[in-house]
């Protein structure tokens, strides 16, 4: 199973994000060894574009997976308020 999505951030919240995305990126890794992460910035002067991709995760993490990217885009809503 592969998961991909991508972010962007405004100035004022793109250093939580990135680590918010970080530590997911650890967290995957550990629950699911075998899995590869990426995790990539394209930066500019007022925000930041993320990109995040999981590849070799077991069809059994997919409910997880898909509540945790939820998860992730409504605390970047509640940063952007």
Do not use: C
């Not at 100035?11 to 994000?17: A, D, P, V």
């Amino acid at each position: 199973m592969k998961v991909y999505f991508e972010l962007e951030a405004g100035i004022l919240s793109r250093s939580s994000i990135r680590e918010q995305l970080n530590n997911s990126k650890s967290k995957i890794e550990h629950w699911y060894p075998g899995s590869h992460v990426l995790l990539t910035e394209n930066k500019s002067l007022f925000d930041s574009k993320f990109y995040f991709e999981a590849n070799n995760l077991p069809e059994s993490a997919k409910n997880h997976m898909e509540l945790w990217i939820d998860g992730i885009k409504s605390k970047i809503e509640e940063i952007a308020e």
